[in-house]
């Protein structure tokens, strides 16, 4: 494999989602989300869903960071929770599989070692790891996650608190203690917390919503302008 380095480069990556019900939810229009990110300036993509991975591999030529999230599972593990996730997300043709790494219970007995050998030696796909705390930190850099990414943090009950914006400490924590890339991640709204998170050690930052979801954009500018409760556009 690619080095982690050389795979993903420094600098933004943009996740391209959109959940069932949402104003642009589709494939097509995701594809078309990705190909604005690759003409601005994005490093790297995120996406959700083997349809979604598929029709952006056709349409830009960045690295894909891969994932599935399967709802319909029990328990809290969602983010590629299984062999099954990571292999529908691979065959799509991302770059690198993100999944969830914290120590919670997972459908089926899955357990957060064997889905990293799994995506590392079957798939042969670097491993994202979707963490909460430096605990899941430490926990996924043991076993072998090629990229630290601080997803998870402020949505776990077990991990950090959640914070309003970026939890920039969390990055400034993890920059002091692990080797392996840091990718920031969470609650970006402004390019000056994307540039403060790479000073302080991150290789790169993933913003999705503040890029890529008009509704919530625009409910910002409506909240600054008329109060948080004012639907007004």
Same mark, same amino acid.
């Given at each position: 494999m690619m080095s982690a380095m050389a795979l993903l480069p420094r600098g933004l990556i943009v996740s391209c989602q959109a959940a069932k019900g949402e104003p642009l939810f589709g494939a097509s229009i995701m594809a078309a989300m990705a190909r604005a990110a690759e003409e601005g300036g994005a490093v790297a993509i995120r996406a959700n869903s083997p349809a979604d991975i598929a029709a952006i591999r056709q349409a830009v030529r960045l690295p894909i960071v891969g994932l599935w999230k399967v709802h319909a599972l029990p328990g809290e593990v969602y983010i590629t929770p299984n062999r099954a996730?990571?292999?529908?997300?691979?065959r799509a043709?991302?770059?690198?599989?993100a999944l969830d790494a914290t120590p919670r219970p997972r459908a089926g007995g899955q357990r957060l070692d064997d889905l990293i050998a799994f995506t590392h030696d079957v798939l042969g796909k670097p491993v994202m790891a979707d963490c909460s705390c430096l605990e899941d930190a430490l926990l996924a850099e043991s076993l072998g996650a090629d990229y630290i990414a601080t997803t998870l943090a402020g949505y776990t009950a077990h991990g950090r608190p959640l914070t309003a914006g970026p939890d920039l400490d969390f990055v400034g924590e993890l920059a002091g203690c692990i080797r %392996? @890339?840091?990718?920031?991640e969470g609650r970006f709204y402004l390019?000056?917390?994307v540039a403060q998170a790479l000073a302080l050690?991150?290789?790169?930052?993933c913003v999705g919503?503040?890029?890529? %979801? @008009?509704?919530d954009i625009t409910r910002r500018f409506v909240s600054e302008v008329?109060?948080?409760?004012?639907?007004r556009a």
């Open positions: 996730a990571a292999k529908a997300v691979a043709g991302c770059d690198v599989i %392996r @890339p840091i990718i920031a390019p000056s917390q050690g991150a290789h790169a930052v919503s503040a890029i890529t %979801r @008009p509704q008329y109060g948080p409760t004012s639907k």
